[in-house]
């Protein structure tokens, strides 16, 4: 009965017929009072040897009547989750077509009415307690399971969440769950960026990719935590942490950074409460969270996905992305989440040939032949240098060619940040605009947060929002700030052409750093050891996957794989085969 939501009463205490000789089978109570007891009154028996009946969290209503009395009768065990639904009740379906005379608007749906309530022959009722299992045994419905409730507060993973009975009836019907960034247009829930400001933006339409996995069986289960405003909110911000979810905190180390912006994301995989979530990426915060947690990220090339119905920082760099326990499993929302949108331009420029089939050609020996270039990122560092010579040595053992890269390219960091700054306040104005949120303004968010600062600005100011807010005037800057950062194009496409590669690989990012409050990220990274790449990719819009790789200092460190643009699959592809041979294994403190 596992999975089965119910049926008839009839076929309850017919069933329950076959294995006893005569006698009541269940209890019924109407609305009005009318009791009625249903009876088995066959005494021929199908079968009389043992008998097991296996139930989990969604054997309902019928299932239940017929579980009950066969365990009321010492006639079975029942074998499976805790108990069983908890639906004691009888419903009927009505149209409501025959209630209304002369319709002339064609079908108006249907009304279910709870009529009767059912009892046990023993006189106790299923409503709520269900039926409880003679052998309870572990069940793959972990997400209703209270220690996973536990594990979500512990690290401060979501801003909200569906229900405890919305995900069981999701979980029925055969849909699978993913999380989803706080940034992200989901109907159902507000859609905040981590900001009290927009506590009530609940829109009326879901985000184009959000829209894609309601259509290909998925259901979002709850909206993560992330770096308030993705991050662009203060030059002195702390990762993970904002105004309306608190701290999200890594699961490695104690209170490690879980990095952002897409900080909850990284955290709901790496615990193991999904197998996928969704992030989204201006410069690291798909590759970061998904290094220091230990997963799997896929930042795609700008345009691949959609971000119509995304809070956005730059109409340059934004993209979202998979975050997952595999590479597998993140290729396979890629090509869900993937594809042309009408309402973002950049989608336009999708290659006619285009290949979204990015599991198709997953296999083991993907890197064997191929020529790759190694970044340099980390050789400073005693770890980091020991770490960049396993990457060699596993990419030479599987049949591949390493070459080291002489980089040397200047960081255009005030470029990128004018760059930034310019577009946010463009591009939020135009999402609020046609938001729900009261607040159509970048002035009326900053006097928001200067009303509300003992909440909102008790770890760090709004920077970025002041200074996003004085760049009206300064679009020849902008302009010129732009052709600088899309130069980083020109500087990854000469290296794969000048090294004849296939891709570059290096470290992803340090490990996870304090997370400290006072000071901000910057202050708590100069403490301890930093390396980064992907920073370069981001601004180029080209394509960046992150696999975990190894432990340093018991925290997890990630690998890299650099491509040009809508070389996706390709880096998938080398991705997987790298993960088949690291064979990474999750330690999360749980």
């Known amino acids: 009965l596992r999975g089965n939501g119910g049926g008839s009463l009839k076929t309850a205490v017919d069933i329950t017929g076959f294995f006893i000789d005569e006698g009541p089978v269940v209890q019924v109570k109407s609305i009005g009072g009318r009791k009625e007891v249903l009876k088995d009154t066959d005494p021929s028996v199908i079968w009389d040897g043992p008998l097991v009946i296996l139930v989990n969290e969604f054997s309902a ?28 009740t009888v419903q ?71 229900s405890d009975e919305e995900i069981a009836e999701n979980l029925k019907n055969g849909l699978k769950p993913i999380a989803v960034k706080d940034n992200i247009d989901v109907v159902g829930f507000a859609n905040t960026a981590g900001s009290k400001a927009l506590e009530n933006n609940f829109p009326n339409k879901n985000a184009f990719l959000a829209q894609k996995l309601i259509d290909n069986g998925y259901f979002v289960i709850g909206k993560t935590n992330l770096s308030e405003w993705a991050n662009f909110r203060s030059s002195t911000s702390t990762s993970g942490w904002s105004s309306m979810g608190g701290q999200t905190i890594n699961p490695y180390g104690e209170m490690r950074t ?8 990284g955290v709901v995989v790496a615990t193991g409460l999904v197998d996928v979530a969704i992030g989204t990426e201006t410069n690291g915060s798909v590759s970061c969270p998904s290094s220091v947690n230990g997963i799997v990220g896929i930042k795609p090339t700008v345009g691949l996905v959609s971000r119509s119905g995304i809070i956005p920082i730059s109409s340059t760099q934004d993209t979202a992305g998979p975050m997952a326990n595999s590479v597998s499993s993140a290729a396979k929302i890629l090509e869900i989440i993937s594809g042309v949108d009408l309402n973002d331009p950049a989608t336009l420029n999708i290659p006619d040939d285009f290949n979204f089939n990015f599991t198709s050609d997953l296999n083991d020996s993907s890197l064997a032949g191929k020529r790759f270039g190694l970044l340099p990122t980390g050789s400073m560092n005693s770890d980091g240098k020991l770490m960049l010579k396993k990457i060699r040595m ?28 310019y577009e946010f306040k463009v591009g939020l104005e135009q999402y609020l605009a046609s938001s729900n949120s009261k607040f159509k303004t970048l002035d009326e968010l900053i006097a928001f947060n200067e009303d509300n600062k003992e909440e909102v600005l008790k770890h760090f100011d709004q920077s970025h929002f002041y200074d996003s807010n004085d760049t009206t005037s300064q679009k020849e800057e902008y302009l010129l700030a732009l052709e600088r950062v899309l130069q980083t194009r020109d500087e990854i496409d000469s290296f794969i052409k000048e090294y004849d590669i296939e891709a570059l690989v290096g470290l992803s990012w340090s490990p996870a750093w304090a997370i400290n409050h006072e000071g901000g990220d910057d202050e708590a990274i100069a403490e301890y050891k930093f390396w980064v790449n992907g920073s370069y990719a981001a601004m180029a819009g080209y394509p960046h996957v992150t696999i975990p790789f190894e432990y340093v200092d018991n925290l997890p460190i990630g690998m890299s794989f650099i491509g040009s643009k809508w070389d996706d699959k390709k880096l998938i592809e080398f991705a997987y085969a790298a993960e088949q041979l690291i064979q ?4 999360p403190n749980l």
């Open 394 to 421: 596993m990419l030479e053992e599987a049949g591949a060619t390493v070459i080291d890269i002489d980089d040397n390219r200047e960081y255009p960091g005030p470029e990128e940040l004018l760059v930034l700054l």
């Open 584 to 587: 990474f294994k999750p330690s």
């Open 92 to 162: 009927n379906v009505l149209s409501l077509n025959q209630f209304i005379s002369g319709n002339t608007y064609g079908e108006l749906g249907f009304i279910k009415l709870t009529t009767d309530k059912f009892y046990r022959i023993s006189g106790g009722s299923t409503q709520l307690e269900g039926v409880k299992s003679d052998i309870v045994l572990p069940n793959r419905y972990s997400y209703v399971d209270i220690k996973n409730i536990d594990v979500e507060k512990k690290y401060n993973i979501y801003i909200s969440k569906l």
């Open 258 to 265: 879980p990095c952002g912006s897409s900080s909850g994301s």
């Open 61 to 88: 209503s019928a299932s239940e009547i017929l579980a009950a009395a066969l365990q009321d009768y010492n006639r079975a065990i029942i074998i499976g989750s805790k108990q069983t639904y908890g639906k004691g």
